[in-house]
């Protein structure tokens, strides 16, 4: 019910838009997320976003860096614009939605995953 799309192989310094969009069902209600996990780490927060857009969050590895939008009108996508990436970006990406604001760092809020992305930043 999530896709999650635009990942691939990068070099030091360039810049990547990741899409997740939904399909079966609306999360224009749902707050929307994005973590990333790299090989042999946990899963991490990167970023979300309110169902109102009103407020996003980044994680501090990432802030200065990436942005998180929605879509506009149906709110039924999100984008994740990574900027300056860095070889430590490297990871899967995987994009998910939440209908509780309790913690939107915390895995356990998020009910619906997408299928996840890999970024590959090489140095």
């Known amino acids: 019910q999530l896709q999650a799309s635009?990942?691939?192989?990068?070099?030091?310094?360039?810049s990547l838009r990741l899409s997740c969009a939904a399909s079966g069902r609306t999360f224009s209600p749902y707050h929307m997320g994005w973590f990333r996990q790299a090989p042999g780490l946990e899963r991490e927060f990167v970023a979300a976003i309110t169902w109102s857009s009103t407020n996003t969050y980044l994680s501090e590895s990432?802030?200065?860096r990436f942005t998180m939008s929605r879509d506009g009108n149906a709110k039924n996508a999100v984008y994740l614009q990574m900027t300056s990436l860095k070889p430590e970006d490297t990871a899967?990406?995987?994009?998910?939605?939440?209908?509780s604001s309790s913690s939107f760092a915390a895995e356990a809020s998020y009910a619906y995953w997408g299928q996840g992305t890999q970024v590959t930043v090489s140095s």
Not at 92 to 99: K, P, Q, R, S
């Open 92 to 99: 899967v990406y995987y994009c998910a939605a939440a209908m």
């Open 6 to 14: 635009g990942g691939g192989l990068v070099q030091t310094g360039d």
């Open 62 to 64: 990432v802030k200065g």
